[in-house]
């Protein structure tokens, strides 16, 4: 995954930076780091390390929380296959743990734990116990095809009840409409 992730955003990455460089004589916008600062936020940007803000190119953002998730799966490969999904559930049960005591945050995660522990990564979770059900149980055409519309219907509805939603309450219930 890090042969398809970097390439392609060290180009478009750099190219925001050149922006903001040949703008405003810093690789950062002058709207959220100091000349100081700069630097060390392009370099964490290109290495899509947390940062506790948006990397230099925002839409970035995603990338920080796929590549947290790689390196957690990449740990969970190397556990044996039948105690993966005991893994996995480790990992929800640490985020539920988050997600009911402590509270909701807006803004980006400064650290590898806590973007490893943002209720975003349930998304992840969620993709990856519908994999292991898609391996180990078998519907009938109808009824499955029946299940994606209900999920399309439940999906439109969530939108329509999200409309407006903001900061911190748009990420949990985000992980609810999106999961």
Do not use: H
């Not at 898609?134 to 939108?159: E, N, Q």
């Amino acid at each position: 995954r890090a042969t398809r992730v970097y390439p392609l955003w060290w180009v478009f990455c750099a190219l925001m930076a050149l922006y903001f460089f040949v703008t405003y004589g810093q690789p950062a916008s002058p709207a959220f780091v100091t000349p100081d600062t700069a630097w060390g936020m392009f370099t964490r940007s290109m290495l899509l390390w947390p940062q506790g803000q948006m990397p230099v190119l925002s839409v970035g953002w995603t990338l920080i929380f796929e590549m947290a998730f790689y390196a957690l799966f990449a740990l969970l490969l190397l556990v044996p296959a039948k105690w993966r999904p005991v893994g996995l559930m480790v990992c929800a049960v640490a985020l539920l743990y988050r997600w009911n005591f402590t509270p909701a945050e807006s803004g980006m995660p400064d650290s590898w734990i806590m973007t490893l522990l943002d209720p975003l990564c349930f998304e992840f979770l969620i993709g990856a116990a519908v994999a292991y059900g898609l391996k180990t149980v078998r519907l009938p055409a109808a009824l499955a095809i029946g299940l994606c519309g209900v999920g399309v219907v439940i999906f439109i509805a969530v939108m329509i009840w999200l409309n407006g939603a903001e900061g911190a309450a748009m990420s949990r219930n985000r992980v609810l409409a999106f999961g």
